[in-house]
Nanobody
Framework: QVQLVESGGGLVQAGGSLRLSCAATGTIFSIGVMGWYRQAPGKQRDLVAEITSGGRTNYADSVKGRFTISRDNAKNTVYLQMSSLKPEDTAVYYC??????????WGQGTQVTVSS
């Protein structure tokens, strides 16, 4: 059974930093794109950043220059380094992994709260 285990969320002041981690456990074949999404109260879930197995990255415009996504293929883990955090970054952050045949897995979500 595949699970995505997220960690690293919390409360931080504006301008601060946090690092999120998401580890895929269990038997999972051919992991392709790994990414982070976020959902604020009353809003839809939106892409924050994603990274391919080859290391190509894509970021939402709102986080470019502040967030960095990376992955460790040997550990089936994806990271999100968040810097210069703003109150509008407050949301539940979800990890997403796409594996063989397009099978998609989601993490349980981790809360990030940025105080002003």
């Amino acid at each position: 059974q595949v699970q995505l285990v997220e960690s690293g969320g919390g409360l931080v002041q504006a301008g601060g930093s946090l690092r999120l981690s998401c580890a895929a456990t269990g038997t999972i074949f051919s992991i392709g794109v790994m990414g982070w999404y976020r959902q604020a109260p009353g809003k839809q879930r939106d892409l924050v950043a994603e990274i391919t197995s080859g290391g190509r990255t894509n970021y939402a415009d709102s986080v470019k220059g502040r967030f960095t996504i990376s992955r460790d293929n040997a550990k089936n883990t994806v990271y999100l380094q968040m810097s210069s955090l703003k109150p509008e970054d407050t949301a539940v952050y979800y990890c997403k992994v796409v594996a063989a045949f397009g099978t998609t897995y989601w993490g349980q979500g981790t809360q990030v709260t940025v105080s002003s």
